[in-house]
C-alpha cells in the first residue's frame, strides 16, 4: 500500500495566459483537469490517500475535487503561503499523511501510462530510498537527464547538456521511502530535482530508477498540452463532447478536438484539434484550428482562429 502526494503547486509561467486563472493541473486534457486523470492514475494503482500540495491559485482545487469521496479516494490539501518549491512542498504536505507507507509523489504536470504499481512493487522490493519513474527519449538534450548502473541505481543527475551521456530522463514520478522525506527541512524553499535527488546519491542513498516507456508526456507548454488532449480523444474516436454540451449537426469538429461541458457550437462552425474549455460559445461560421478556447470564453460568428488562445475579449498567438 502506498499514499500519495501531487504537486500541484506552480506558476505554470510557460502556459500563461491560460493559467493566469486556472492552475496548470486544472487545465483540462479530454474534457477533465490533468489532476483527476492522475487521480484515477493513482487509484487504479490501489491509491485510496492523496494529498494536493498547492499554492498558487489553491482555492480552484477544494470546490471541485472536495473530499475525494466522487472518485471513491480521500482527499486533503496542503496549502503553501508561498510556493516552497517541490521538495519543500514534498515536506510540507507529507504532514498530513500519518502512515509508515511508501509515499508516491506526483508532478500536476505530467500525463503518464507507466505502471505505478509496478514502480511501487519495485521500490518495495529493493527497499530503496527513492525510486525514480525514468522514460527514454530520443533527443534528451531539453532534458537533464540521470544516468543508471546496471543494477538501475542512480549515479547522477545531469543539467541539460549537447550530449547527453544517457537518453532517460526523469518523468516526474517517484516513489519515496517516508523517512527520506522527514530529512527535508520544513518551511524551507527546495527543489527535489536540484538538491535533494543529487545530495541523496551523493550521500550513497539508495535512489533507483524505474524505467518504462509507456505513454508519457508533460504538458508544461501550450502545444504539449494540446498534444496530450488530441491523443486521448483520438484513442476513443475524432473528437469528444463533454455532457451537457450542444453541437449543431452541422458543425463539423474533429482532429481530436474536445468541447467542454455546457459549451454550445453553432451551425457551420470548423474545429480541428482544438481544445474548448467548459461554458463557452462558438459562433457560426467560426473555424478554430490547433487553439485554445478558455473556459466561458465566446468565439464571434465568422471568425477564424488558429493556433491561439482564446480568451474572453482577447485572442493570442500561442508562442
Ligand atoms: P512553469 O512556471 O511553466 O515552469 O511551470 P511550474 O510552475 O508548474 O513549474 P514546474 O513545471 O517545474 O513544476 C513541476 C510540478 O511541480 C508542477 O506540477 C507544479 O505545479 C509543481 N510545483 C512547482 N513548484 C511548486 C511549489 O513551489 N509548490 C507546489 N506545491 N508545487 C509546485
Not at 527535508?184 to 535533494?196: K, Y
Request: net charge negative; hydrophobic share 45%; glycine share 10%.
Amino acid at each position: 500500500m502506498a499514499v500519495a502526494i501531487l504537486l500541484v503547486g506552480g506558476f505554470g509561467t510557460r502556459l500563461m495566459p491560460l493559467t493566469k486563472n486556472t492552475p496548470k493541473p486544472m487545465l483540462t486534457v479530454a474534457g477533465v483537469p490533468v489532476t483527476e486523470h492522475q487521480i484515477a492514475m493513482a487509484k487504479a494503482a490501489g491509491i485510496t490517500e492523496i494529498v494536493l500540495a498547492t499554492s498558487y491559485l489553491s482555492e480552484v482545487f477544494t470546490p471541485y475535487f472536495g473530499d475525494g469521496s466522487k472518485w471513491g479516494i480521500k482527499i486533503r490539501y496542503a496549502v503553501e503561503k508561498e510556493p516552497l518549491g517541490t521538495g519543500g512542498a514534498i515536506r510540507n504536505a507529507a504532514q498530513l499523511l500519518d502512515s509508515n507507507e511508501s509515499v508516491v509523489i506526483l508532478n500536476g504536470d505530467v500525463m503518464s501510462s507507466h505502471n505505478l504499481e509496478e514502480q511501487i512493487r519495485q521500490h518495495e522490493a529493493l527497499d530503496a530510498d527513492v525510486t525514480l519513474h525514468l522514460t527514454q527519449v530520443q533527443d534528451a538534450r531539453a532534458f537533464g537527464c540521470v544516468p543508471t548502473d546496471s543494477n538501475g541505481r542512480v549515479t547522477a543527475f545531469l543539467e541539460k547538456m549537447e550530449n547527453p551521456v544517457t537518453n532517460q530522463i526523469n518523468a516526474g514520478c517517484y516513489v519515496f521511502n517516508p523517512r527520506v522525506i522527514s530529512t527535508i527541512p520544513l518551511n524551507t524553499v527546495v527543489s527535489v530535482e536540484r538538491e535533494t535527488f543529487p545530495e541523496l546519491v551523493a550521500s550513497g542513498a539508495k535512489v533507483f530508477g524505474y524505467v518504462e516507456n509507456a505513454y508519457w508526456l508533460d504538458i508544461g507548454t501550450p502545444r504539449a498540452l494540446l498534444k496530450a488532449s488530441v491523443d486521448i480523444v483520438q484513442r476513443s474516436g475524432d473528437f469528444l463532447a463533454m455532457p451537457g454540451s450542444t453541437i449543431d449537426p452541422t458543425a463539423v469538429i474533429s482532429g481530436g478536438s474536445c468541447i467542454g461541458a455546457n459549451s454550445t457550437v453553432g451551425a457551420g462552425a470548423v474545429i480541428q484539434g482544438s481544445i474548448v474549455e467548459a461554458d463557452c460559445v462558438i459562433g457560426q461560421d467560426s473555424v478554430i484550428i490547433d487553439s485554445f478556447v478558455a473556459a466561458g470564453a465566446e468565439v464571434e460568428n465568422g471568425a477564424k482562429i488558429a493556433s491561439s488562445f482564446v480568451m474572453n475579449g482577447e485572442i493570442l498567438t500561442i508562442p
